[in-house]
């Protein structure tokens, strides 16, 4: 079965930096697009940036571009999110999810996810 585990949370002073990672398994890791999204206390789930299975199209939520990168290795079934620069409103469970073929802005378009990890951003 498809099973994604995410690691790197954590807590970290404003301005700092995290890099996420998701190990993917039990799936054809090339042939998904791959999402991050996070969850604040109280909101929906948001979408923060997704990456084509390749690798060469990358897109970002406003919020998050200049100071997020989106990342992925085929060979090693990963996909990483660097985090720069980070603030108090960056505070989310962050979790990667898969779609096969094509990647979406949309979490409900996604059926396979991670169990999330937390980040937490002082001021």
């Known amino acids: 079965q498809v099973k994604l585990v995410e690691s790197g949370g954590g807590l970290v002073q404003a301005g700092g930096s995290l890099r996420l990672s998701c190990a993917a398994s039990g799936l054809t890791f090339s042939s998904y697009g791959m999402g991050w999204f996070r969850q604040a206390p109280g909101k929906e789930r948001e979408f923060v940036a997704v990456?084509?299975?390749?690798?060469?199209?990358?897109d970002y939520v406003a919020s998050v571009k200049g100071r997020f990168t989106i990342s992925r290795d085929n060979a090693k079934n990963t996909v990483n999110l660097q985090m720069n620069n980070l603030k108090p409103e960056d505070t989310a469970v962050y979790s990667c999810?898969?779609?096969?073929?094509?990647?979406?802005?949309?979490?409900?378009?996604?059926?396979?996810w991670g169990q999330g990890t937390q980040v937490t951003v002082s001021s």
């Open positions: 990456i084509s299975r390749s690798g060469g199209t990358t």
């Open positions: 999810a898969a779609r096969l073929w094509t990647v979406d802005n949309i979490p409900a378009k996604y059926p396979y």
